[in-house]
């Protein structure tokens, strides 16, 4: 009698509900903070090595150790195939060193995407092979268009709507349309055992 064993499933899960693809690329995962319900899809890249290399002289002078979160991504997020998550980097006190790249809750990345922000807030929806440029920052309730190039240390309001190259302001959400980023659903139809997506 041989024994069996099971099919070893597209995504590895988390104990905190990560899924996440085999076929995606964490680099540093030491230095990548997930926050629970995220899914990684294949061929995904985060860059968890750029890491800052400065410590501030707070810290230094405290003896602390570095705060080496070079990634954090909060809860029910989804990264689509493809996309890139980097930290944004600029000289500091005569070195070249990268901040950390802070995502909040409900965010979701579409494919081809890079994304070197400072800060992407909670219930952001970033269409397909969009550029966000290093130390951009977007508030909550965001959405930005599929082919928008975000430009270096550009701030997006909450309730906006941009698109284009460079990025500009098109729109408002409207007050009704808050519920179309909530990614609870999705989440559940990614995995190894996927359910179907509501109809």
Known sequence: MSSRRAPRGEYIETDTGNKVARKATLVGTQNIMLGGKTVIQPEV????????????????????????????????????????????????????????????DHVFVGASTVVQAATI?????????????EFAIIKDYVRILDGTIVPPHMVIPSFSIVAGQPARLIGEVPEGGIDA????DLYKTVGNNPHPAPV
Do not use: W
């Open 181 to 184: 980023f909530e990614l609870r």
């Open 45 to 104: 890249m985060i860059r968890g090595d750029l890491i800052r290399t400065a410590q501030a002289p707070s810290q230094a002078a405290a003896g602390a150790a570095p705060n080496n979160t070079a990634v954090s991504i909060g809860r029910y997020c989804f990264l689509s195939r493809g996309c890139c998550l980097r930290p944004p980097g600029r000289p500091y006190k005569g070195a070249f060193t990268f901040m950390p790249l802070r995502i909040g």
């Open 121 to 133: 807030g909670s219930h952001v929806h970033i269409g397909s092979k969009v550029v966000v440029g």
